[in-house]
């Protein structure tokens, strides 16, 4: 898989690719493996939705994670399917997948990308606060400074009542 997967990177890479052209790449390489690969269908879903088609990412994410993927690739399929569901309008569905893979573990290596997402998913769902809230605590940890402060903070204002 060493192979194929650096064929797929080398097409992500590649600033030259208009989005029809990776959607393309990405299908080709895809087809080299059976029709139920979990990565396969992950990499045709990414294509898709970094061009915009949502409605044709959605069922490719669904079926990759149903398969079943290495946890890297799970996570990142979890967070583009909540982050793709939400374009579609289904914010809380997002929100529910969000919330889940940020409360996982806080310490993993794409926390901080689920923290991201599931706070665009708060606001999209009318908790701005609770996303501001989430976003600094994210943050908070990579201050030079002043980390203790705005993560006290940050739990103040998802706290406050408005």
Request: glycine residues 4%; negative net charge.
């Amino acid at each position: 898989m060493s192979d194929w997967q650096d064929r797929v990177d080398a097409v992500w890479a590649d600033d030259t690719l208009d989005p029809v052209e990776v959607i393309t790449r990405i299908d080709a390489l895809a087809g080299e493996r059976s029709a139920d690969d979990a990565v396969a269908l992950f990499e045709r879903a990414g294509a898709r939705d970094s061009a915009g088609l949502e409605q044709e990412a959605e069922p490719l994410y669904r079926r990759a994670l149903e398969l079943g993927l290495d946890e890297e690739r799970r996570t990142r399929a979890t967070i583009q399917l909540a982050s793709t569901i939400r374009n579609l309008g289904k914010t809380d569905e997002a929100l529910v997948m969000l919330r889940a893979e940020y409360e996982r573990e806080p310490r993993a290596a794409l926390h901080d990308a689920a923290a991201a997402f599931y706070a665009l998913a708060l606001v999209s769902s009318g908790a701005p606060e609770r996303a501001a809230s989430i976003a600094l605590q994210a943050l908070a940890p990579h201050l030079p400074r002043y980390t203790r402060s705005v993560t006290g903070y940050a739990r103040e204002i998802a706290e406050e009542p408005r």
